[in-house]
């Protein structure tokens, strides 16, 4: 190329990278703004053509061992209970020793392996500032945790509650274990602490407007089977209401009263009987199940003696059921939704499948402690007790990708990827539109030298520095004419974007819409602007400012956005 020629194409380069931000500055002087329609941009289109996960799309990955104590010396054995994942930190929120019923936190390692030992974050604490009593005059010992907009949310219930009393079950707190004077509760939650005092969980954002509510609650199968579920049970409800109502509304979704058990509780079955246990619930993105994992016994029924019910693995005297195996139970959310919507009884809904890990204890001890799901990876994570050294098992969900039909009109779009595609190169994503395009940009606050980066099927390889793409990126896509971008691929598993303070053009990888004020909250004190376009005819921007409003849009799935920070954070997705 001769200086002359390479003179020229600098020339247009230039001029193709600023482009973008010329329409910002053109389009904000000329004031246009309107709001956006809702687009429903994921296919399948309707929650009843989300697929059911089966037991082939639960896989497991491995495990790793957590100290047998933190760093004040506090014991970790027969640990695990009141299990609940913090996307914060990367770890899991996990109860110490039962005797004591305190609360830690313990990172989850890079290499999941028995010979990686998980790091302690924080030491173990009376995360209810010796409230726990004030659940019930009997035991009471830690639920199920629950990190929802950067509070910790902590159920509780009564061990042995013979008179059926217990009413409060829920506290807030900071998620800082340190910190003290800051818990709240406990709270009644729902009607009935018997079935929404233990594991709790989150509901996808696709079924939250659906179902009523973005979080679950749930509890089964503990002491006096009459005063809680003879099978899963879940609420659904608002977690930010705890500390904010008393009672915090819950609605009942599921749950077995001993006239309607799951199974008769005092037979060999392969749903439900006395021996059974529900630790942990997960709800899938992209799919319309609802699992359970618990313990269950498979052999006959029995209750007596470790010897008299030829139970080599609980000598107690109680309730026995050997073998005993991990199982987990899954269930439609269409059903869960009748429920909700008064067309059937909570009871008289049934799982579509069982199925068992075999993975964990092959003894038939199955002692399962705990489980929580991390919806932005799929996984699953489980405790086991053995004794004075617990282990965490991880089992990953994979569903069927998902497919994003995008508009484009003739021109320029703001757009992004809602799902992760398995070729993450520009030509790749685009390949639905080949020959439709002529340039997309993008603007990356971390490259301050060169921000604007350029590809175009017509650009020399040397000039095109826009090589991959991910669903963190806004994107400036011009067509030649109006078509339909085809994407397929897996939900991104993102739980935060890092913000330069300044401009940073962001994607939004979701799969359902969301407000400003919802979407924008972990961004308190740092987002000074936010940008939406919509493309033309007529094209038109809206705005959005922390505390004053603006112009009523919403956040899509498929669509870029403008934010202007006035320091370095880290949005923390909805």
């Known amino acids: 190329m001769t200086h002359s020629a390479h003179s020229t194409f600098t020339q247009r380069r230039h001029a193709w990278l600023v482009l973008g931000l010329f329409i910002i500055l053109w389009t904000l002087a000329a004031g246009e703004r309107v709001a956006p329609p809702i687009e429903a941009l994921a296919s399948p289109e309707t929650l009843a053509d989300l697929p059911l996960v089966q037991a082939a799309n639960v896989q497991y990955v491995g495990a790793f061992r957590v100290p047998n104590q933190d760093g004040n010396g506090n014991p970790l054995g027969y640990s695990g209970h009141a299990l609940g994942y913090n996307p914060a930190n990367h770890a899991l929120f996990f109860g110490g020793h039962d005797w004591y019923q305190e609360l830690c936190e313990v990172g989850i390692p890079i290499t999941i392996s028995l010979s990686s030992t998980a790091p302690i974050l924080q030491n173990c604490t009376d995360v209810t500032e010796g409230r726990l009593g004030q659940v019930d005059d009997y035991t009471v010992k830690l639920g199920g945790t629950l990190v929802y907009n950067g509070r910790l949310i902590v159920s509780a219930f009564s061990y042995y509650d013979a008179d059926g009393n217990q009413v409060l079950s829920h506290f807030a707190s900071t998620p800082n274990l340190a910190q003290t004077g800051d818990v709240q509760g406990p709270y009644q939650v729902g009607d009935w602490a018997g079935i929404v005092s233990g594991y709790m969980g989150m509901v996808p954002p696709e079924w939250r407007s659906a179902l009523g509510g973005p979080a679950l609650t749930g509890q089964c199968c503990i002491s006096i089977i009459s005063r809680t579920s003879a099978g899963p049970a879940v609420s659904v409800f608002e977690p930010d209401d705890v500390g904010r109502t ?289 493309p033309g005819p007529p094209s038109a921007w809206s705005r959005y400012v922390p505390g004053q409003g603006g112009d009523p849009f919403t956040l899509q799935p498929g669509r870029g956005y403008w934010l202007r920070t006035s320091q370095a954070c880290t949005w923390a997705l909805p």
């Open 246 to 534: 008393n009672p915090v509304t819950a609605t009942a979704l599921l749950y077995y009263p001993l006239s309607h058990p799951l199974a008769p509780e005092t037979t060999q079955n392969g749903l439900f009987n006395l021996a059974t246990a529900i630790k942990g619930v997960a709800f899938p993105p992209g799919t319309r199940s609802v699992l359970f994992f618990g313990r269950h016994g498979t052999g006959p029924y029995c209750y007596g003696t470790g010897e008299e019910c030829n139970d080599p693995v609980d000598s107690s005297k109680g309730t026995h059921s050997y073998p005993y195996v991990h199982q987990v139970w899954a269930y439609d959310a269409l059903d869960l939704l009748a429920v909700k919507n008064g067309q059937m009884e909570p009871w008289e809904v049934r799982p579509y499948a069982t199925w068992q890990l075999n993975e964990m204890d092959a003894t038939g001890g199955a002692t399962i402690r705990g489980a929580t799901y991390d919806p932005a990876s799929g996984r699953v994570y489980i405790t086991e007790g053995y004794g004075e050294e617990p282990v965490v098992h991880v089992y990953q969900i994979t569903v069927s990708p998902t497919e994003v039909y995008l508009p484009l009109v003739q021109g320029w779009n703001l757009i992004s990827l809602s799902v992760v595609p398995a070729n993450p190169t520009v030509p790749g994503i685009l390949a639905s539109i080949a020959g439709q395009y002529d340039r997309v940009l993008t603007y990356m606050a971390t490259d301050a030298k060169n921000p604007w980066k350029m590809y175009g099927p017509t650009v020399p390889p040397y000039a095109a520095d826009l090589t991959a793409v991910d669903a963190q990126m806004g994107l400036w896509v011009h067509t030649v004419l109006t078509t339909t971008l085809h994407v397929t691929g897996t939900a991104p598993a993102i739980t935060g974007i890092p913000l330069r303070a300044g401009w940073n053009l962001v994607g939004y990888p979701r799969q359902t819409a969301a407000s400003p004020l919802q979407a924008f909250g972990s961004l308190a004190g740092c987002l000074l602007e936010a940008w939406a376009y919509e």
